[in-house]
């Protein structure tokens, strides 16, 4: 939790009744339980209606209760499970006492999208999770797996094995406005299914919520009450449709006060795709360093000090797409696709939602006048995945030449390093910190994708090098 000058605690609330606080937040798009290498993802039908709501004309609405028959079925509660084992010191290790296991549990809520059972939740709901059980309206309970995780968006695809689920609905969130109703339903404190409302209060809102993981943040602000356990919850409007998943709130005492934020669907629905299609999130990337334009700088390029935009300070590598396409040091980016750029925060945000290899329209100044280049988008470089968490509690990075020379691996020896290991990691006797994995499931590995790619449900067998010596060792992954 975060207090800031004003006495306001940020809370990622981890939706739990007793789950502990210290999961691993780690650039990782994950996809453990995902098809194997090679397989061919069948992805989910959606319902998509992207009629703006001003647009429906009604009398005086006296009951919400048949526009949300409809949507409580798809809003879905999610319980989490991790094994955590005891730490012994290594002296009584050697006389044969081994550490005792506790198993922590948490609560959250999701979001039923397609009827072969795609589920939207957030990251922070199911990460480090052993084990997952979705329990549905009609009191199913099942065991559902992680197809993908984004931290930087706080979002999560996971998959229960059913089929002709009710399934919700999504409308276009770039379509709301301050002042709709929205409502906000998930299971809050493991009360049971519970639907409360609002309206919109901002959107576009930037809090600070994911910045230990460099995350994007474009969130949905509303006072529809939102407390633990809502994580992973529907914000829907008032034709029904799913706007936005709820992630967070803002309060003095982890309770709600009227300040909750939902990541817009549009956002939600871009991460499940890219996940389903590789397995990872692939971003956009254009290749340029920026700066906020200030009215006095604006001055001194000889246009309107009232112009709102960023200035390009760096081309950064040279040879990278905006170089490519022609753009310079001091051009004042004021548009991407005929969307307004102010911001430092705006331009990244709008580029990492767009897909490498898409081509964008940038609206800019340059000399005072106002000129357009296309510029075909790259992708982001920190997506390669070389770094983050491979399991939970085990942080890998790819060997460089710092590395090699502080853990002192040999030249020959090619893999992932293990560069951290959290104490009530389940795999914390397996992958010490300074093992080399060479191998996994006998293919090898140089960066996290790469393992990601290979890891499977059950047992996995991994080729490691550690203090000067190779072994083979199995775990399992649950």
Same mark, same amino acid.
């Given at each position: ?20 606080? $210290? ?113 549905? $309206? ?130 939600? $629905? ?116 070389? $770094? ?91």
């Amino acid at each position: 939790m975060k207090t800031s000058s004003v006495a306001l605690a940020v809370a990622l609330f981890i939706c739990s009744l007793g789950l502990a606080a $210290n999961l691993a937040a780690a650039d990782k798009p994950a996809a453990i339980g995902a098809a194997g290498k090679g397989a061919v993802v069948k992805k989910p039908v959606l319902k998509i209606d992207a009629t703006p709501i001003s647009e429906i004309k009604s009398a005086v609405v006296t009951s919400y209760a048949d526009v949300l028959e409809s949507i409580r079925p798809a809003v879905v509660s999610v319980y989490s499970s991790k094994l955590v084992r005891q730490q012994v010191p290594e002296f009584l290790r050697q006389q044969g006492l081994k550490g005792g296991e506790q198993t922590q549990r948490g609560l959250g809520s999701g979001v039923i999208v397609s009827k072969d059972g795609y589920i939207i939740t957030n990251n922070h709901v199911v990460e480090g999770a052993d084990e997952l059980k979705v329990l549905l $309206n009609d009191e199913r309970e099942l065991t559902a797996k992680v197809i993908g995780t984004d931290p930087k968006t706080d979002v999560a695809v996971i998959k229960i094995d059913a089929e002709n689920l009710p399934a919700a609905t999504l409308a276009d969130s770039a379509k709301l406005r301050v002042g709709d109703v929205v409502f906000a339903i998930g299971n809050p404190l493991g009360v049971g299914q519970t639907v409360t409302m609002g309206i919109v209060s901002a959107t576009g809102r930037r809090v600070g919520i994911l910045e230990e993981v460099a995350g994007y943040e474009d969130f949905i602000q509303t006072d529809a009450a939102i407390n633990q356990g809502n994580s992973g919850g529907a914000l829907i409007d008032a034709r029904g449709r799913l706007v936005g998943i709820n992630s967070a709130i803002i309060s003095t005492s982890s309770g709600n006060i009227g300040i909750g934020f939902s990541i817009p669907i549009n956002l939600a $629905n871009s991460i499940m795709s890219s996940l389903l299609e590789t397995g990872t999130v692939s971003r956009g990337y254009l290749g340029v360093q920026t700066q906020a334009l200030t009215a006095d700088e604006a001055e001194g390029f000889g246009i309107s000090k009232d112009t709102k935009g960023v200035v390009i300070t760096d081309l950064n590598p040279a040879d990278g797409p905006a170089a490519k396409a022609g753009l310079k040091r001091e051009d004042v980016i004021t548009a991407i696709n005929n969307k307004a750029v102010t911001t430092r925060d705006d331009l990244r945000l709008i580029i990492a939602q767009t897909l490498p290899g898409t081509k964008i329209i940038v609206k800019y100044i340059r000399g005072g006048k106002i000129e357009t280049q296309e510029v075909i988008l790259g992708k982001l470089p920190d997506d390669g995945l070389a $770094n983050g968490e491979f399991l939970p509690g085990i942080a890998v990075a790819a060997l460089d030449a710092a590395v090699r020379k502080e853990l002192r691996i040999d030249e020959r020896v090619e893999g992932l390093v293990v560069t951290e290991v959290a104490e009530n990691s389940a795999y914390s006797q397996i992958f010490p910190r300074g093992a080399v994995i060479v191998q996994l499931n006998r293919v090898p590995v140089t960066d996290l994708a790469s393992a990601k790619r290979e890891l499977r449900d059950g047992r996995n067998l991994a080729f490691v090098y550690y203090r000067g010596a190779f072994r083979y060792l199995t775990f399992v992954v649950r």
